[in-house]
């Protein structure tokens, strides 16, 4: 049971103002790496709350569904501009982003992961491919500036964070679909 107590360090270590301000700075950190890693925190912590609340899940979250909607919905909230930015001047909005991304999103997606069937979780890989796609011409091609509290070069280097993703998202969704691994063993 140590995954938990893993889990909790780093979302405390992230939680901290002087590592929560560095990684706010900067708008690719901010989005490609503090918002993963808390809810790659929930992930960790999702265990305790397993163990702890198992008829919950069983009954909430019995074919995944649930659980990867809720966590969709809310990571998709934090995909929006004005978020971000509230998220960065507003102190509670702030504790909402770490509370929702490692609760709302890091537990329900361990839960549910699991018991989506393969063809369920492609069609979540080809949802993020669309979202990171529509989110990175968004930010490129957009002739204002979205985030108040960053500049616009760092919005284009945010757009090309999304576009390399959803391009490497999309290799690993054709490597899936197009290699069969029974060939290499």
Same mark, same amino acid.
């Given at each position: 049971?140590?995954?938990?107590?893993?889990?909790?360090?780093?979302? @405390?270590?992230?939680? !901290?103002?002087?590592?929560?301000?560095?990684?706010?700075?900067?708008?690719?950190?901010?989005?490609?790496?503090?918002?993963?890693?808390?809810?790659?925190?929930? @992930?960790?912590? $999702?265990?305790?709350?397993?163990?702890?609340?198992?008829?919950?899940?069983?009954?909430?979250?019995?074919?995944?569904?649930?659980?990867?909607?809720?966590?969709?919905?809310?990571?998709?909230?934090?995909? !929006?501009?004005?978020?971000?930015?509230?998220?960065?001047? !507003?102190?509670?909005?702030?504790?909402?982003?770490?509370?929702?991304?490692? @609760?709302?999103?890091? @537990?329900?997606?361990?839960?549910?992961?699991?018991?989506?069937?393969?063809?369920?979780?492609?069609?979540?890989?080809?949802?993020?491919? !669309?979202?990171?796609?529509?989110?990175?011409?968004?930010?490129?091609?957009?002739?204002?500036?979205?985030?108040?509290?960053?500049?616009?070069?760092?919005?284009?280097?945010?757009?090309?964070?999304?576009?390399?993703?959803? $391009?490497?998202?999309?290799?690993?969704?054709?490597?899936?679909?197009?290699?069969?691994?029974?060939?290499?063993?």
């Amino acid at each position: 049971m140590e995954q938990p107590k893993y889990g909790l360090a780093l979302f @405390i270590f992230l939680a !901290i103002p002087p590592v929560a301000h560095l990684m706010e700075s900067i708008m690719i950190i901010h989005m490609h790496m503090q918002m993963p890693l808390i809810v790659i925190a929930g @992930i960790l912590m $999702a265990p305790f709350f397993q163990k702890r609340y198992p008829n919950f899940f069983a009954e909430w979250n019995e074919d995944g569904i649930p659980g990867i909607l809720l966590f969709l919905i809310v990571f998709g909230f934090w995909m !929006i501009p004005k978020t971000m930015d509230d998220a960065l001047t !507003i102190v509670p909005v702030e504790l909402f982003k770490f509370f929702s991304l490692a @609760i709302l999103c890091g @537990i329900p997606l361990r839960d549910s992961w699991k018991k989506l069937s393969d063809k369920k979780k492609n069609m979540v890989f080809i949802l993020f491919i !669309i979202l990171f796609s529509l989110m990175g011409s968004l930010y490129m091609f957009s002739p204002n500036q979205l985030c108040n509290n960053y500049l616009q070069i760092e919005q284009v280097t945010l757009a090309w964070g999304f576009f390399i993703t959803a $391009a490497a998202l999309l290799i690993y969704v054709l490597q899936l679909l197009l290699i069969n691994p029974d060939d290499y063993e």
